[in-house]
Structures are given as structure tokens and as C-alpha cells.
């Protein structure tokens, strides 16, 4: 039987995507991170060598990003990245944010005692990895918790189009995001509470808040790093192994 994950994705056997998915994750991350700029080509052999898959797979993540407008497909130069803005970062979050408060909204109306638990385990042991200082253990985390209550939603239409919108945003250095620790020790057990009380209006709102405040730290980071500026003083770097 098949089975699917908390954003209504099918999941491979061992959980693993499709080999052009994972290549596409990859090359998704690095663009939106601002690893890979605007006007870079990726070359497909870069990319399989630095995914560790072959052309074929290499080739057909590019054109997964192609689909979703990351990327652009140049005659007889290959594919380049292609411009997004301040406001694409933004209304990335905004879709994000209405579909993640309406999961939120649902999860309160009939959210178990049993779930209430685990989110509040993962509160403890957020707070301890942010002691620790475990990154990645942060990131990883901060999913299962959304993951918790988008299964408590019990809306898989609802979370496979949250899934779609999710995977344009980068997470690989979510813990790194100035700001976005700090806030989330604080707002996710204010969310806990409100799906406690079952007090769904106020569940969905902080939901909402809690990803559309993201925008702006994302796009502070991005803008330390450069990326609205002076894009056409490297077009073919090669960051993260990607471009040619």
C-alpha cells in the first residue's frame, strides 16, 4: 500500500524521493539560498556530479525547476537561474502561511491528547538542541512539529498543496536565520496552548504569523549575502558544485 507524508507526497520505499526530485531539492536549496545566483548556468554534469546521480536524473531536475520558474532553458547555452525578487520570497511565504493557518485552524477542532504530548516533547527537546547548539537536529524538528499538525488536520488535499509551496523555500540553514530560533521558542509553544484549548481562530492566526514573519528574516539573510546586488558581476560562478 502506498504511503504519504504529512504534505500529501508519496513516499518511496526507505522515504527517499525520486531521483530528479532529490536532484531538484538540491538545486532548489542552492538558488533560494542565494548559494547559486540569478544568471549562473548549471551545467547538467555539475549537477550529477555534485548529486551523485547520473545525466539522465540530473537533466530532468533541472527541468522540474524549469516548471516551477526557477530555472531557464537557453538555446544552445544550457540552463540558467532565473531572477526572482523580494516579493517572490514573500509571496512564497504568504501561500505558505494561509494554507499552514488553515491546517492549524482543523489540527485545533480535533487535535488527540495523544498529539498534544508529542508536540510538547518536541518543544523539550527543541529547547535542548538550541542549548546544545545542533542545527541541523533544529531543522529536522521544526518539520516534525509542522508535520504533527498537518496529520492532525486531517486534510491531505489541503496538505499537498501546502507541499507544492513549501518545497520552493529553503530549510537547509533554517537554524541559521538570525531571529528564527529565538522566535520559534516562543511562538510554538503559544501554538501548543492555543491547539490545547482547542481554540482554532487564535490556533490559525498564530500560524499565519509565525510563517509570514519568516519572509522578512529570509530576506534580510539573502540581502547579507548579496543577492539583489550587483548580480551581473559573476553569472557563471560555480557555488555549491552546481554551475559549469
Same mark, same amino acid.
Given at each position: 500500500?502506498? +504511503?504519504?507524508?504529512?504534505?500529501?507526497?508519496?513516499?518511496?520505499?526507505? /522515504?527517499?524521493? &525520486?531521483?530528479?526530485?532529490?536532484?531538484? $531539492?538540491?538545486?532548489?536549496?542552492?538558488?533560494?539560498?542565494?548559494?547559486?545566483?540569478?544568471?549562473?548556468?548549471?551545467?547538467?554534469?555539475?549537477? *550529477?556530479?555534485?548529486?551523485?546521480?547520473?545525466? +539522465?536524473?540530473?537533466?530532468? =531536475?533541472?527541468?522540474?525547476?524549469? #516548471?516551477?520558474?526557477?530555472?531557464?532553458?537557453?538555446?544552445?547555452?544550457?540552463?540558467?537561474?532565473?531572477?526572482? +525578487?523580494?516579493?517572490?520570497?514573500?509571496?512564497?511565504?504568504?501561500?505558505?502561511?494561509?494554507? $499552514?493557518?488553515?491546517?492549524?485552524?482543523?489540527?485545533?477542532?480535533?487535535?488527540?491528547?495523544?498529539?498534544? =504530548?508529542?508536540? @510538547?516533547?518536541?518543544? @523539550?527537546?527543541?529547547?535542548?538542541?538550541?542549548?546544545?547548539?545542533? &542545527?541541523?537536529?533544529?531543522?529536522?524538528?521544526?518539520?516534525?512539529?509542522?508535520?504533527?499538525?498537518?496529520?492532525? *488536520?486531517?486534510?491531505?488535499?489541503?496538505?499537498?498543496?501546502?507541499? #507544492?509551496?513549501?518545497?520552493?523555500?529553503?530549510?537547509?540553514?533554517?537554524?541559521?536565520?538570525?531571529?528564527?530560533?529565538?522566535?520559534?521558542? +516562543?511562538?510554538?509553544? @503559544?501554538?501548543?496552548?492555543?491547539?490545547?484549548?482547542?481554540?482554532?481562530?487564535?490556533?490559525?492566526?498564530?500560524?499565519?504569523?509565525?510563517?509570514?514573519?519568516?519572509?522578512?528574516?529570509?530576506?534580510?539573510?539573502?540581502? /547579507?549575502?548579496?543577492?539583489?546586488?550587483?548580480?551581473?558581476?559573476?553569472?557563471?560562478?560555480?557555488?555549491?558544485?552546481?554551475?559549469?
Amino acid at each position: 500500500m502506498a +504511503t504519504y507524508d504529512a504534505w500529501g507526497r508519496r513516499e518511496r520505499a526507505g /522515504g527517499r524521493q &525520486p531521483l530528479p526530485m532529490e536532484v531538484a $531539492s538540491h538545486v532548489r536549496e542552492l538558488i533560494l539560498s542565494g548559494e547559486v545566483r540569478p544568471g549562473a548556468f548549471l551545467r547538467v554534469e555539475r549537477v *550529477a556530479e555534485a548529486t551523485g546521480v547520473s545525466s +539522465t536524473p540530473a537533466r530532468e =531536475g533541472l527541468f522540474v525547476l524549469r #516548471s516551477e520558474g526557477l530555472v531557464r532553458l537557453v538555446p544552445r547555452r544550457g540552463f540558467m537561474v532565473a531572477p526572482f +525578487t523580494r516579493q517572490d520570497v514573500r509571496d512564497l511565504f504568504w501561500a505558505q502561511a494561509q494554507l $499552514s493557518g488553515q491546517l492549524a485552524t482543523r489540527a485545533a477542532q480535533r487535535i488527540t491528547p495523544e498529539r498534544i =504530548g508529542r508536540l @510538547e516533547a518536541m518543544l @523539550e527537546e527543541f529547547q535542548t538542541a538550541v542549548t546544545t547548539g545542533e &542545527p541541523q537536529h533544529i531543522t529536522a524538528l521544526g518539520h516534525r512539529f509542522h508535520r504533527e499538525i498537518n496529520l492532525a *488536520a486531517d486534510a491531505r488535499r489541503l496538505s499537498l498543496l501546502l507541499r #507544492s509551496v513549501v518545497r520552493h523555500l529553503p530549510d537547509r540553514f533554517y537554524a541559521a536565520i538570525e531571529g528564527q530560533v529565538a522566535a520559534t521558542r +516562543t511562538e510554538h509553544p @503559544e501554538l501548543v496552548e492555543a491547539l490545547r484549548r482547542h481554540e482554532a481562530h487564535r490556533a490559525g492566526e498564530l500560524m499565519r504569523e509565525h510563517i509570514l514573519a519568516g519572509a522578512d528574516r529570509l530576506i534580510e539573510v539573502l540581502e /547579507g549575502r548579496g543577492l539583489w546586488r550587483d548580480l551581473q558581476e559573476e553569472p557563471d560562478g560555480d557555488p555549491g558544485g552546481a554551475a559549469r
